[in-house]
């Protein structure tokens, strides 16, 4: 198998020749046939814990069943499926080798399956960007129709958490700094597009996602939200920020976070894919391409994401 391994901090991932690996009890092996990129593998490859050196690095992934270990009885060759990175402790690309390679080893447990009318982009997409964005949206935000939803950032999980809102009968307002992403904004569906989230003060949302989490966009979600209403931050923009206490105090607001989803995220995600009403922007790249791919995150030349075939 090849893959494109973590070989120093700081430096461009180098492409390694491994054997195939074997799967234990428990254990599956996929053929790999989507991967995408996220800021987060560009944020492993910047700087990290020293176990994660020599590591194939990439934690959204999809591909076919090849090998089965030991007892492994739900699954057979040949299915679809893609891999939760955060069913268990095992987390791909970090505490075990990732997606950015050929084959795969995975614990079964961690699989879902995916849908027929689900291509191998959308399938892998799904896994970490699109379990993400929905789970904060729905799970913890409590996302129902009729809902006032303010979605802060329109990068690769804000669209998707936008749409989502959309198809589930929310009035739905996108704050994006970035113009050139605004006719996105319109196909999706949204009501309205502003520049600066400091435009919603007072706008009486029910629910605010925070999908950037500069500190300031987090603070300005308090000052939009009605009495009893929800800001919930996904994305670390910025490790520590200054929020009005005050502002939660008189709204009796609710600031929630949100970290990764569950397989039955991705299962719900992979269901409005299959209906062609969840067409996320994305890039698709090859293999060779997945370092130049994650030069051009570094450098925020992506709009949305970012999906190796291989």
Known sequence: MKGWELVAFGQPLELVEREDPTPGPGEVVLDVKGAGLCHSDVAAMQGGADWMLHKIIGHELAGVVSALGEDVTEWTIGDRVSVCPTASASVPGYMRDGGFATKHLAPAGDLVAIPDAVDWTLGAQ????????????????GLTAGMKV???GLGGLGQIAARVA??????????????????????????????????????????????????TTTDAALHAVRFNGTVVLVRLGVREGQISLGEMITRQSSLLASRGGTKQDIAELYELVATGELVPEVTEIGFDDIPRGLADLTANKVTGRLVALI
């Open 126 to 141: 799904m896994t970490d960007a699109g379990m993400t964005s929905y789970h904060a949206l729905v799970v913890r935000g």
């Open 166 to 215: 959309v198809l589930r009968g929310a009035d739905v307002h996108v704050a994006e700094p970035k113009k050139d992403a605004w006719p996105l904004a319109e196909r999706l569906g949204v009501t309205h597009v502003v520049a600066d989230v400091a435009e919603w003060e007072n706008g009486g949302f029910d629910l605010i996602v925070d999908y950037a989490g500069y500190g």
């Open 150 to 152: 303010g979605i802060i």
